[in-house]
């Protein structure tokens, strides 16, 4: 699939469920016992709070959220010491949800709308922290966007992004149950829907993953976190189906997750942090 098609479809499935999109609501709240709450505090806010607590020595930083989406990590990063974010993402509907957010708690904050491909209008070295979670799945060459947001990163700063892996749970999961993206926008014959559907939402293999780190030659590598996010969640597609079948058991979650661990898998997929070396 060429390059743009493939941007485009990123682009318009999620533009179509802006408002929506993700387990964050607008004031940062998220409803107990459901799966959004156990989604969000095991394998989005603590892992997230863990490595900015541990790594970030400045408790006052400035903030690249590259595909920020709606911003629902906006009120996670103001909370551990983002004084100012910059969110870069090419959906229009996406950084107008994301404004909404940003003022209703009165952040300071500046939408980008672009491509992460193209980040030449950014100086080097401009930002403290970069969060990069959930879109390195979505891009055609992620090698070229680590690159630049490699560039835009202080000396001393950080990156952290989440990686789906390959050989997961979520990965077998995704492919036997998620329906494809691509096939919510258009009908296509089943075969060409599945072809497309590992494409468009991409899981990594661990050699692959090191090639990323080991791309980012400026950068040392601080952690990697196993997690079991999104698509292990998305094992019933549809939301108040899943709302119904775990409803109040998401301990079993834990379990599960334990168990997978235990036998050697990784339930999802990754944070990885890096910080950008000093130069002397
Ligand atoms: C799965 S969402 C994640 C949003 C946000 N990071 C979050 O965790 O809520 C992926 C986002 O990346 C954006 N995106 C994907 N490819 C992009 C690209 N090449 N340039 C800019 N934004 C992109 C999409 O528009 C979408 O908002």
New binding site residues.
Partial sequence: MKKEVF?QI??DV??SVAPE??DIAYNGFVRPNTLEHWNYIRNVKNPISKLVLSYMPNRLFTLL?A???????FHLYTELGAKAIVG????KT?LKEAQKRASLSKMCFIPIL????DLAFIQDDAFQLV?F???IE??PDPFV?LKELERVIAPGGMIIFSVPRKASLAWLTYALFCPSLESMMHRRPIIQRLKHKMTLYRFFRNDEIERMIGSLSGMDLLSRIPVAYGGMVGVIPSRPLRELAFRGRYAALDMWNLFFKYLGFIPAGEYIAMRKKVRS
């Fill in positions: 941007s990123i682009h999620h533009a999109y993700g959220d595909g920020c989406g709606n911003g629902q990590l870069i993402d090419f959906g996406m672009g491509r992460l491909e969060n979670y959930g879109v979505h891009l966007v």
